[in-house]
């Protein structure tokens, strides 16, 4: 193979963009493809397409049923040189939870060979990178370079052995709903014994018991019902939106409705309800996420009842990170809403 189409083929994946978080749907993936074909097939380098059926099978591996096929110009005749593939992939994910996944591939499988006045199919075998970008929940951008290497056993034209680089884009398409986390269940109150009756006492003029203030159960709402103004109090962190998302998720709603108890109680105090993300992604994409989702809580509040002139709404993205966004803890923690007491 020409060391020039390599470095051509490496430049090429290494701007290519990737796929999505942890998600164990089936999903189909269209792909068009350039093959940069062995010279001793004596064929021109072409265009071809490809259809992929994939499953995530645990969090760093996916698997693939690939059908490929292109037709090339056959130098020494008339006529295409045709190709056509059917083979099983591994695609191992690096970090899949990462904004942009590469993945490194590896493949077996059958490949039809055909020339006018002969045919021939044997055993087919790739290996290659790529990366992938989550577009939406349902879709990611993929791209990828391989080298394919097959074996014409009965030499029909002219070598047994092939090797062709190949570079392909395209599309994963998610089948089905995504799976929603369920709402912890509460845990049903202890039966308790019943006293064995008493003599009824003389009626006493009936007392009206104090209003007792609900428990309040989260951290956040306990940190919340003692803070004094300047306090800072993270309402919600890491996992409490969808992914890449200003969308709460359910175990976000408890603790949210608990920090509207305690505003309903204390009336003396306004907030400033301010957004952080960790540094995965574009730092001007990371800004208008984090004031999305500040916006997002602060829309909740007001929902309950809580009047919108105690509160106010800021964004600062990436900045401000109180945990290294090198590992997946620290960055859980820099994705956080913090309400400012003022």
Excluded: C
């Amino acid at each position: 193979m020409r060391i020039k189409t390599l470095s051509v083929l490496i430049a090429l994946a290494g701007t290519a963009l990737q796929v999505h978080a942890a998600d164990d749907r089936l999903y189909v993936a269209p792909t068009v493809n350039y093959t940069f074909s062995d010279n001793d097939r004596r064929a021109d380098d072409g265009w071809g397409g490809g259809l992929a059926l994939g499953k995530p099978i645990s969090q760093h591996l996916n698997l693939e049923l690939s059908l490929t096929g292109s037709s090339l110009d056959y130098k020494t005749g008339s006529g295409n040189y045709d190709l056509w593939g059917l083979g099983v992939d591994a695609l191992y994910l690096f970090n899949r939870d990462a904004s942009f996944t590469p993945y490194g591939v590896l493949g077996i499988g059958a490949q039809y060979a055909s020339i006018p006045g002969k045919h021939d199919t044997g055993v087919m075998g790739n290996i290659g990178l790529g990366i992938m970008k989550r577009l939406t929940d349902n879709i990611s951008l993929r791209a990828d370079a391989r080298y394919r290497l097959d074996n014409n056993p009965t030499k029909a034209f002219g070598a047994n052995d092939f090797g062709d680089a190949i570079i392909s884009v395209g599309l994963n398409f998610a089948l089905g709903q995504k799976a929603q986390p369920k709402p912890k269940a509460e845990p049903a109150p202890a039966p308790v014994a019943e006293p064995a009756p008493m003599p009824e006492p003389a009626p006493a003029p009936a007392v009206q018991p104090a209003p007792v203030a609900p428990a309040l159960t989260t951290s956040p709402a306990q940190q919340l019902d003692k803070a004094q103004s300047g306090d800072r109090v993270v309402i919600l962190e890491g996992v409490n939106f969808e992914f890449d998302s200003a969308r709460l998720r359910p175990d976000a709603i408890t603790i949210l409705d608990e920090a509207v108890t305690v505003l309903d109680r204390r009336t003396d105090i306004g907030v400033d309800v301010v957004g952080y993300t960790d540094s995965t992604g574009p730092a001007k994409y990371n800004q208008g996420l984090s004031e999305r989702r500040a916006k997002s809580v602060y829309d909740y509040f007001v929902s309950k009842g809580i009047a919108a002139d105690r509160l106010t709404t800021k964004g600062y993205g990436e900045e401000r990170p109180v945990a290294s966004n090198a590992t997946r803890e620290g960055r859980a923690k820099n994705r956080r809403v913090e309400l400012v007491v003022k």
